[in-house]
């Protein structure tokens, strides 16, 4: 344990000195000039300080804001040393943060008790504390080994969803990864933009409950099977309703609203503006761009410029201008996020043919 002596006098300081030389497990720090025990608090770390009241430059109280104000050494205990017995004095030493006083001239064994217990008390608080790190470092684990589970079951999920109605995996792997990218250009902080980068894969949930006549169906679907294909939505927000998790809720919102459009043409409620949910209006965003970049059996696969280009002009009818904004800054990475991918299936095609 660390002991900081601050006094001016050095008698003073001899004799506090004597008085806890006997404790064992103990190294004192003595300081004639208050200003240098300041300094030396970070690097120091004392368990306890003896400070005296009236020292020139810097009183006793003064010495205590600092001690208190350093994250450090905020909780160590401080033993106030005067000959000052006025009432005001003490209040305001309490106030500044004093933990005990000491009257001089002292009774040795007296300090040699005090400073004992004070110790001992400062070695509670250490243990508590490593046993608090210990209870937070395990809590965090925990968590990341709950939020690891909750990433697998739910891109499990999502690929089950993509086998049945034909989506790629690769095609909801993008819509997560851009639908972060527009979150966090809009200042989502890390823990929302995650939730939404593993909540967007389920916006189809609901084509479970569609039935395959229609979700298999080859080609366009007539404006009778398209009112059933709409109601996917409906069923998304039905599956994963009332939940605990706010992972799920916001999946549910996004399922529930992710074909509502910013003008109110969209469905199932004809929502308008920012009376859809945030989260959903940053999956419509990403979904459709990507539903055009990407092959269908009634469709070939827009180019990248073109699709971008079709986002941009619907920004504030069928898109939140604010999302199609944020997704024109995040173009660059976007961009070379399809080209790599292209680069990989070009990879691929060129391995088979030499297979």
């Known amino acids: 344990m660390r002991i900081f002596l601050v006094d001016d006098s050095r008698s003073m300081i001899a004799a506090m000195q004597q008085a806890i030389a006997s404790l064992d497990n103990v190294e004192v720090t003595a300081f004639l000039d208050p200003t240098k025990a300041l300094q030396s608090l970070a690097d120091g770390k004392p368990d306890l300080l003896l400070v005296d009241y009236s020292m020139p430059g810097m009183s006793g109280i003064d010495v205590i804001r600092e001690v208190r104000a350093t994250p450090e050494t905020a909780s160590v205990p401080v033993i106030m040393v ?6 005001g004095l003490k209040m305001a030493a309490m106030e500044a943060g004093a933990t ?8 040795q ?3 040699k008790i005090r400073v004992s217990n ?10 508590l504390a490593l046993q608090a790190q210990e209870l937070q470092r395990k809590f965090e684990e925990a968590m990341a080994r709950v939020e690891r589970r909750e990433e697998e079951i739910i891109w499990r999920l999502s690929r089950a969803i993509g086998c049945r109605d034909g989506e790629t995996g690769q095609h909801l792997d993008r819509v997560a990864v851009i639908a972060r990218m527009i979150a966090e250009e809009l200042g989502f902080d890390e823990r929302q933009a995650r939730e939404i980068f593993l909540a967007s894969p389920l916006h189809d949930v609901g084509k479970l409950a569609v039935k395959d006549a229609i979700l298999l169906k080859p080609g366009r679907l007539t404006p009778g099977e398209f009112a059933e294909m709409k109601k996917h939505t409906a069923f998304g927000q039905e599956i994963l309703k009332n939940s605990s998790s706010d992972l799920i809720r916001t999946a549910e919102r996004i399922a529930a609203s992710h074909h509502e459009k910013w003008d109110g043409s969209g469905y199932p409620h004809g929502l308008k503006g920012t009376d859809i949910p945030i989260e959903a209006r940053i999956v ?6 990507d539903a055009l970049c990407s092959e269908r059996p009634y469709k070939e696969a827009w180019p990248l410029q073109k699709a971008l280009q079709e986002i941009m002009n619907n920004s504030g009818r ?8 944020a997704f024109a800054r995040r173009w660059a990475q976007i961009r070379e996020l399809f080209q790599q991918e292209d680069q990989s299936s070009g990879d691929e095609m060129k391995t088979a043919r030499i297979a």
Not at 100 to 107: G, Q, R, T, V
Not at 284 to 289: H, K, L, N, R
Not at 318 to 325: E, R
Request: charged content about 25%.
């Open 118 to 127: 004070l110790l001992c008390v400062r070695a509670e608080q250490r243990k």
């Open 82 to 87: 005067t000959s000052n017995t006025e009432t």
């Open 284 to 289: 419509a965003v990403a979904d459709v761009f």
């Open 109 to 111: 064994s007296e300090l």
């Open 100 to 107: 005990e006083f000491l009257s001089k001239p002292f009774d």
């Open 318 to 325: 069928h898109f939140d201008p604010s999302c199609v904004a």
